[in-house]
């Protein structure tokens, strides 16, 4: 494991915001930590960089680890171009090969706007100057708190391209916070965290399994024949339809081709992750 | 450091509307002797020769004073905007450290401090060198310039105590105005301290630029008040007591004592200023051992 926390805890008073959070991260890994606003990510986050201590709790990192954060906030001068926001950051560092900058303005498509000041730029483009940024003294693991948010739809997949990219070209370890459920479905690794606890850990797939089932929604063709020919408490009646909430398709299968002859009319839809976080954190707005 | 030190300087100086207001106070000071003051004071003095010259000179002492003051402020404003947003813990994730990356502040706004007194003094003589025929020397230029690096990093340090205190962008905009405007009458940079209640006087010798816009007088105005006075030495003394040229302490303050008191507020206030940061940089947790 890159980074193992045991019983990470942060209490501001009485208010307990992180409670008792374990998490490993495997190196290589892409880890999403999924929460509704206030579930305690970004709390987190700041404790996991180093940036806020722990009430109690461990954080381990394996040794000689290096971090890059890109933060919530921009923290690059908007008054500065970006090339200038690269190299003076780069100073800071003790150990940053001479062409990284070059490097990182190439990898991340920031060839165009290099001599642009950063105010300037699209919401898009300050993003992946971020990224080049964190990325500036090569760091084992990149941390980013909700990297996409703001940011339309074909930016957030030219990000998400660009982190997968880092992962699997670089060996990168990724852990990113988001409330953007999609987002989470690539991640190898899923910690859903809500009132600072971890409340469903697992890659997507086995998350939907266990917390979002399909749903095969029936129309009969002839009701009463249907509904003796199936055993009662399988299934929910709405609007006339049958509703049936499932492990598997083969099962939704299964119901279809034994009863074909009473069935109208079917849909199926699969378990998402939104099904899942609404079933793990609930309906109530916060 | 120098890269961050640069990166101060860059973020002042593009800023341009920000460079017009951190100069406001000393322009308060230039302009309103050019409008107003000059003839009220100088009506005092009509029977003193050349003291129309000494004035001009008493006004650039005074408003380089200013100038440090209000300049070394805008510059540490970097500080706050940092800690606001999350640049400051951005800037403490690489190898730089607390202690250095304190030192910069300080460094970078100093620099500026210095950079925007030359630039007021170039103004200032430029126009009376013009309009009155003022001249200065060599060496008059080389000790003014001392003078304005030990302005620059005593207003930085004083300022740097103050800042420690200001957690919010909105708050330190209030207190540079406050600044701005005060810096002016406590250094004694406005208006004659001689002619001012005693409780007003004691606030300007309490205030450590007020002995610095006595050194920049007295290297300006020494030459010229021998002249003047010709050996007249109660009167000159009476002249300078009154304009804030020595400062009066029991007595007046000779120049090296006016220096010592610099030197010791300088080193007080770096101490109080760094210290702080210092012990915050202590608690910051290291995670990579």
Known sequence: MLLTTKKLTKAYGSHVVVNGLDLDVERGSFTAILGPNGAGKSTTMSMLTGNLRPSSGTITYASGTKIGIVFQASVLDGNLSVRENLVIRAKQYKHVEPDKIDQLIEQLGLTAFTTQRYQTLSGGQKRRVDIARALLNAPDILYLDEPTTGLDIQTRHAIWALLHNLQTQHQLTIVLTTHYLDEADSADSVFVIDHGHVIAHGNAASIKAAYAPDQLRITPANTEQLSSRLRSGTFKVDNGDFIFELRTAQAALKILTDNQDLIQNFQFHPGTMDDAFIALTGEEVR | ?289
């Not at chain 2, 209030?174 to 005060?182: E, F, I, K």
């Not at chain 2, 208006?191 to 290297?219: C, E, H, W």
């Open chain 2, 1 to 289: 450091m120098l890269a961050l030190i640069l990166r101060d300087l860059l973020l002042y100086f593009r800023n341009y509307s920000g460079v017009i207001f951190s100069l406001m106070g000393a322009m308060i000071s230039f302009v309103l002797y050019l409008v107003f003051l000059k003839n009220s004071i100088q009506a005092n003095w009509k029977a003193v020769p050349g003291s129309g010259i000494l004035l001009d000179q008493w006004l650039i002492g005074g408003t380089l004073a200013i100038t440090g003051i209000t300049t070394t402020l805008a510059g540490l404003t970097q500080i706050v905007a940092d800690r606001e947003s999350q640049v400051r813990q951005d800037l403490l994730q690489t190898d730089i450290g607390n202690t250095k990356l304190t030192v910069s502040y300080l460094a970078g706004a100093s620099l500026i401090g210095l950079l925007m007194q030359a630039i007021m003094f170039v103004i200032m003589f430029g126009y009376f060198h013009v309009e009155d025929g003022l001249n200065v020397t060599g060496e008059q230029v080389g000790l003014l310039t001392a003078i304005m690096l030990l302005n620059a990093a005593l207003s930085t340090a004083i300022n740097a105590i103050v800042i420690n205190f200001v957690k919010h962008m909105s708050s330190l905009s209030s207190l540079s105005a406050v600044v701005g405007t005060g810096a002016g009458f406590l250094v004694g940079g406005l208006i004659p301290i001689g002619t001012l209640p005693d409780f007003a006087q004691k606030l300007i010798k309490m205030t450590p630029g007020s002995y610095i816009a006595s050194l920049n007088r007295q290297v300006l105005m020494n030459d010229k008040l021998a002249d003047t006075f010709d050996g007249h030495l109660s009167m000159q003394h009476h002249f300078e007591k009154l304009l804030g040229v020595r400062i009066d302490w029991d007595g007046l303050l000779t120049r090296q004592e006016t220096l010592n008191i610099v030197v010791v507020a300088l080193v007080v206030a770096t101490v109080l200023a760094i210290v702080p940061q210092l012990i915050s940089g202590r608690q910051r947790r290291k995670l990579m051992a």
